[in-house]
């Protein structure tokens, strides 16, 4: 894509918009300006402030780059390229390796300490971390762990896709010996953790007892939940979040620096045999011992770490690695407890401080050697308090969500530590995270308690500042490095007026620059997509399945109906009144539903002798209709639902559901 120097083109013209009679010498100078849609360079205020880092922070510490090389024994093969079935390229590697060097200095669109974890993250590959345990990394935004036992192996976390976990168990077989998997260890309820299982293990090894699965309590719940009840909304803005839409270049994405990004296979689950509940709790997989800590609602709803005393080698999850990480996440999720996060290692550290020598994750690579590790958990741990105690201290004097991120420091100790970095999550938001869950999105001024809505705010501020006014101080922003000032003025004329390119453009430049000044790998996205669909507008690709079919295979009729009822469009369904029997024959589930005044509610095991029809259907074939593979109507022609009383009904409640992933590619930056 060309790139041209940060230029406007200004015409000048007569202030329209201002309600004054009388203009000052500095209002009858206000331009009209029109800009182009390009890419741009990194201007002078950008390149200033990335070159500043090399001076503020620690550069010459390559103890990360030593980590991050040792143990390796094999690159990913084809490039880092893999495949589906069908020949789609679902993960790329190469594309990264092309223009991401070693020891290079980082591009003036990229800030450098964003630029040095993406070289550490370009170190891919097989490695050993202790004689028995060893990791691919590079195959997909985390990590796969495989460890030697007495019978077979046990591979922990096994990638987002079932074809990128297959490479990498393919990997690993064309250096080790081949002994089946025997057991598979899931750290947390997050798809990059889990939806790559069926490219290790097969339903039937499982069911057959050959192959355990262990997972946290709570897992399948959580799982299944995070990625359907919002599952839409969460895969677009995850589409900003991990740049799914940008070149791979130093003016797109540059990783996600808690991974590269995310693998585009098909997402796969299959439910754990074995649960973990409690702290403490040990278990013998493959004659290994495992001692666990569960950290329920620190980065995951279920999560847990453990260790290995045969191995000295502690697992946390993702509550210690090597970036800051999110306390809210910019795709949308629930806010995680700041204040269980370092209480869970502090747990760590009081029962295998004094003996572990190895510390891994499942994102990024070991830290070896007691007093390291210690040293970086601790500094983990004390990242996550220092957020967390000192929003609450200010917050107690008064400070507001959007005032905090400012206030809070981190101790010098902190910053001169790479992994206290805000690589995937920020300082900033997290600590907007820390109050939203303490004090909610309000911030207690009554101005602010019934705020207009984004367009009305936008036209009554346009109508009221002129929209020349507004354009040129979003210009002159720009023109002296004030990005984040230029990008809150142009918002509101482009959610006023959503087709005024010149706004969107301009808007576009500010947004751009902020993308290339940000240490976050996911704010450089969210920059970056946002500028990009604001001068090309929304490309409509075909759309990802936020919920694949094992996600719905695993699902509860509890949580089905419960989607059924977000599903639901009101206009739609106005005037209805419907009561469906629902049978479930195979589980010996029965559930009825009730719609009225447009609201669908459900009872469990309950059948309503008054029911206007009864539905009767096996669960796979609600799993074959809730994964689009065949309608309510073609099941009921084949005989598969099977039907008493009122069709009509049922199939005028059908009607009433929204299939919301058609609604897939949303606006974000316009309205």
Partial sequence: MKKTALSLMIIPVLLSGCNNDSKSASESSIQNISTNNEVKSASKYTVSMNDALYKTLPFANKTDFENAKKGFIAPLPNNGVVKDAKGNVVWDLGAYLSYIKEG??????????????????MYSGLFEVVPGVYQVRGADLSNMTIVEGEKGITIFDPLVSAETAKYALDLYYQHRPKKPVVAVVITHSHVDHFGGIRGVVSEADVK???????????????????NVMAGTAMSRRASYMYGNLLPKSPEGQVTAGLGITTSSGE??????????????????????????????????PSEMMWYMPQFKMVNTAEDSSHTMHNLYSLRGAKTRDAQKWPGYL???????????????????????GNENVVKHIESQRDLYKTIHDQTLHFANMGYTMNELPDMVKLPKALIDDWSSHGYYGSKSHNVRAVYNFYLGYFNGNPADLNPLPPEQEARDMVDAFGKDKMMQVGYDAIQKGKYRWAATVLKQVVFADPKNQDAKNLLADALEQMGYQAESGPWRDFYLTGASELRKGVQELPAPNTASPDIIANMTLDQIFAYMGVELDVDKAKGKDIVIN??????????????????????????????????????????????????????????????????????????????????????????
């Fill in 582 to 671: 629902w049978q479930i024959p195979d589980t010996k589930e029965k559930h009825t539903l009730f719609l009225k005044d447009s609201v669908l509610n459900e009872w469990a095991d309950y059948q309503d002798p008054k029911a206007d029809v009864t539905v009767s259907m096996d669960r796979k074939v609600l799993n074959e209709i809730l994964s689009n593979k065949m309608t309510y109507q073609q099941a009921i022609k084949s005989g598969d639902i099977k039907v008493d009383g009122d069709t009509d009904k049922f199939l005028d409640f059908v009607a009433s559901l929204d299939d919301l992933n058609q609604h897939f590619w949303f606006n974000i930056v316009t309205p």
């Fill in 346 to 368: 502090n747990d760590v550290l009081r029962r295998f401080g004094g003996d572990v020598q190895v510390e891994i994750a499942m994102h990024h690579w070991p830290t070896w």
């Fill in 104 to 121: 290079t200095k980082s591009p003036d669109t990229v800030n450098p300490s964003l630029w040095r974890q993406a070289e550490l993250l």
């Fill in 267 to 300: 997402v796969t689950l299959i439910k754990p045999t074995d649960l973990i509940q409690k702290t403490g709790e040990t278990r013998t997989i493959d004659g290994l011992k495992y001692i666990f800590v569960m950290a329920p609602g620190s980065e995951a």
């Fill in 208 to 226: 057959s007892g050959k192959v355990h699965i262990y997972a946290p309590e709570g897992f399948t719940m959580d799982a299944v939940a995070e």
